[in-house]
């Protein structure tokens, strides 16, 4: 038993040194996690978020071709979010999840939880962070 605590402490030391077990801020739909030695804003799938500069807030101008690369964080009416989320209804009344009034979107370009592959992709699209 000595033995199998002596493995597993480093195993804890690690995860709680990275922030894995750090505290959410926001709701299983959107929040702030860290990951892989940043914090960073994810979907309820844990997958990264990020922002556009050509968004404002409270509007989205990423639809057709940019939508299907980076698709919007959607979800459902009248879902409540965390402090500093909230709603932004699209242009075809969908509702997107947004954070200090900005929309949030998926990056096509991510296949795996805590990548983060879009940041800084063509200029203006950034990891969504609590911090912006």
């Given at each position: 038993?000595?033995?199998?605590?002596?493995?597993?402490?480093?195993?804890?030391?690690?995860?709680?040194?990275?922030?894995?077990?750090?505290?959410?801020?926001?709701?299983?739909?959107?929040?702030?996690?860290?990951?892989?030695?940043?914090?960073?804003?994810?979907?309820?799938?844990?997958?990264?978020?990020?922002?556009?500069?050509?968004?404002?807030?409270?509007?989205?101008?990423?639809?057709?071709?940019?939508?299907?690369?980076?698709?919007?964080?959607?979800?459902?009416?009248?879902?409540?979010?965390?402090?500093?989320?909230?709603?932004?209804?699209?242009?075809?009344?969908?509702?997107?999840?947004?954070?200090?009034?900005?929309?949030?979107y998926l990056s096509t370009?991510?296949k795996r939880i805590g990548e983060t592959n879009?940041?800084?992709?063509?200029?203006?699209?950034?990891?969504?962070?609590?911090?912006?």
């Amino acid at each position: 038993m000595r033995l199998f605590k002596l493995a597993v402490l480093p195993i804890i030391l690690v995860f709680t040194a990275t922030g894995a077990f750090a505290e959410s801020h926001g709701n299983n739909f959107v929040h702030s996690r860290a990951s892989g030695g940043q914090v960073f804003i994810m979907y309820q799938d844990h997958m990264s978020l990020y922002i556009n500069e050509n968004d404002t807030p409270g509007r989205s101008n990423c639809y057709g071709e940019c939508a299907k690369a980076w698709p919007p964080a959607l979800l459902d009416a009248g879902v409540v979010l965390g402090e500093n989320y909230s709603l932004i209804a699209r242009e075809d009344g969908s509702m997107q999840a947004a954070f200090k009034g900005q929309p949030l979107y998926l990056s096509t370009l991510d296949k795996r939880i805590g990548e983060t592959n879009g940041d800084g992709v063509g200029g203006g699209w950034y990891l969504a962070r609590p911090d912006f």
